[in-house]
């Protein structure tokens, strides 16, 4: 079974429905709802996510999308050596670099992101939803 890490910027296309971005995220995301792979959030996206969906839709609202995410993703860890083990890493963003580092300890295949640039030299392969999607339905 695939194990994945999700980036911020596809869980957002879901739940806000950014397109033209959300079909092939929501197709990512629906390999994990159903069982066919594992998906993960990085602990720090989650506060990210509830800020901007917040922002979007309400406070009740967005923490009930919260509540539903939590059921669908796993959440991996950041913590002090996942930041440690980021700050090591040259990557211009930080949060991509502790992404990266979260998705490594947690064991993942990958990193399901928009934004496969800014992960260049991870430890972890990051893929577009369009490239991950079929492997993941091969779990």
């Known amino acids: 079974m695939i194990k994945a890490l999700f980036d911020t910027n596809v869980v957002l296309d879901v739940l806000l429905d950014r397109k033209p971005y959300a079909e092939a995220s929501a197709a990512a995301w629906a390999?994990?709802?159903?069982?066919?792979?594992?998906?993960?959030?990085?602990?720090?996206?989650?506060?990210?996510?509830?800020?901007?969906?917040?922002?979007?839709?309400?406070?009740?609202?967005?923490?009930?999308?919260?509540?539903?995410?939590?059921?669908?993703?796993?959440?991996?860890?950041v913590d002090g050596p996942v930041i440690q083990e980021a700050l090591e890493m040259s990557f211009s963003d930080f949060e991509d670099a502790v992404?990266?580092?979260?998705?490594?300890?947690?064991?993942?295949?990958?990193?399901?992101?928009?934004?496969?640039?800014?992960?260049?030299?991870?430890?972890?392969?990051p893929l577009t939803p369009e490239a991950v999607t079929p492997l993941m339905g091969q779990g």
């Open 31 to 77: 390999a994990v709802e159903t069982g066919i792979s594992k998906g993960l959030l990085a602990a720090h996206a989650v506060t990210t996510i509830h800020y901007l969906v917040r922002k979007e839709v309400g406070a009740a609202k967005a923490s009930r999308i919260m509540s539903a995410i939590l059921r669908v993703f796993d959440i991996a860890a």
């Open 99 to 125: 992404t990266a580092a979260s998705a490594r300890r947690a064991g993942c295949g990958y990193i399901v992101t928009r934004d496969p640039k800014g992960f260049r030299g991870s430890p972890v392969r």
